[in-house]
Structures are given as C-alpha cells and as structure tokens.
C-alpha cells in the first residue's frame, strides 16, 4: 500500500486560477517532504523541500505547507501558467537504519488552459 | 538537468533479449539510482548506488542487473527482457543524505 497518497489525481484549471495539490503520508520517522515538477517526457525537478520543523516554504508562485502533526502537505499554485501544466509528485524522506528511503506519491497531473 | 544523461532515450525490443540502459553523471556525486515510472504506480526504486563498486536493492529489483566501476556512470541492464519491463526508467543522482536527487530525461523501453 502506497504510503504517501496524492489528491486529486488530475485537475484541470484556467489560466491564471489559483489551485492547491494535497499530499497526505502516513510514513513514519518523516525526515523531510519534497514536491517535484515533471514536465511531459522529462524527469522530475525539485520545488521545494521541507524538514519537519518548517510549516511553510515558497518557490516563486509555488508554496508549500507542511502539518507534521496531521501529516499533511499541500501546494499551492498561484496565478497560474500555460507552463505550470504538469504532473507534481509528493515524496518523503523516511529515516531507516541503512540511511534513509525515497516514498513516492503518484503525482497529480495539473492541465492549465487558456 | 544537463549533468546527468540517459540513453538511449527511446528503445524497443523483443522479448529475452538483453537491454542495458546507460545513466551518465558529471557532477561527481556518490549516489546514483534507478527508478522506472509505470502509470498508476508512480515511481519504484529499482537499484541504487552510494559509491563505485556500491549497489544494493530498492523496490523492484528483480530481472535487472546493475554495476558502478565508475563513480560517473550506472548502467541498469534487463538481462532477459519481459512485456512487464516495459516503462519509462529514471536515473537520477545526489551527494548522498538528504540532498536533492536530480533526475535525468528518461528512458522509454517498449518490450514487444
């Protein structure tokens, strides 16, 4: 069972809407969430990460939030963009002995129209 | 992005032949991976790397072969290709820890 759930799984919105992805974990010891950009036909880039002790973090329009009582996490997407179209994908870290381990949501495929 | 190449980018083969996709790093770092992407599943590790000559399983690792004699290059080889092995592999890489994987631009295999 995937231990990181992703919602919705597509979403559909107007250019220059604003829009907000959810991302829900239950893994446990949580070492730090990050949200990745993928781009149709490329890999996954880097948005933002978290470490449990922060609530918020910004990249330009894009902002994350962090509950690490609730286990949750969002993003949020500001005035979006023709180019914001893309799947965003939710993974966290989780401590175990060897080190450490990747939990990868399955993404949420955004589609921003004119 | 441009640190780190895969290929080829796009592959078909025939079932029980041998594949090897190439992962390719010029940044140095320790640890290299390979994931493959499948709809509905998201990305699974398959084999990682923390230092040349370094590997160990991840998720998935069954019916593929990896070896690191160079820090620079991870290459993931399907020793006798399945319809299942089909996907869209991912190699990335970091410094180790928490750092950032960067990921490379993907693999299509199609096994036929």
């Known amino acids: 069972k995937n231990q990181v759930e992703q919602s919705p799984q597509s979403l559909i919105i107007l250019e220059g809407k604003n829009c907000t992805l959810q991302c829900n974990y239950t893994v446990s010891p949580f070492s730090n969430l990050r949200w990745y950009k993928q781009d149709t036909g490329r890999g996954p880039v880097s948005l933002t990460i978290?470490?449990?002790?922060?609530n918020t973090k910004s990249n330009g329009r894009y902002t994350a939030t962090l509950d690490a009582d609730t286990k949750q996490s969002s993003l949020h997407i500001t005035a979006s963009q023709l180019s914001d179209s893309a799947s965003y994908i939710c993974?966290?870290?989780?401590?175990?002995?060897?080190?450490?381990?990747?939990?990868f949501g399955k993404g949420t495929s955004l589609l921003v129209t004119p | 992005d441009a640190g780190i190449t895969q290929s080829p980018r796009y592959k078909i083969t025939e079932t029980g032949r041998q594949v090897t996709l190439m992962c390719h790093q010029t940044?140095?770092?320790?640890?290299m991976f390979w994931y493959r992407q499948d709809l509905g599943h998201g990305l699974r590790l398959i084999y990682y790397s923390a230092a040349a000559d370094i590997t160990d399983k991840g998720e998935v690792p069954d019916g593929y072969v990896v070896s690191r004699s160079k820090t620079e290059n991870f290459p993931l080889t399907l020793e006798s290709a399945t319809r299942s092995q089909t996907s869209v592999y991912f190699c990335?890489?970091?410094?180790?820890?928490?750092?950032?994987?960067?990921f490379g631009p993907g693999t299509r295999l199609t096994v036929l």
């Open positions: 978290m470490t449990f002790s922060e």
């Open positions: 940044w140095s770092h320790s640890y």
């Open positions: 990335a890489s970091n410094s180790g820890g928490w750092d950032t994987q960067y």
């Open positions: 993974v966290v870290n989780l401590r175990i002995n060897s080190g450490y381990a990747l939990n």
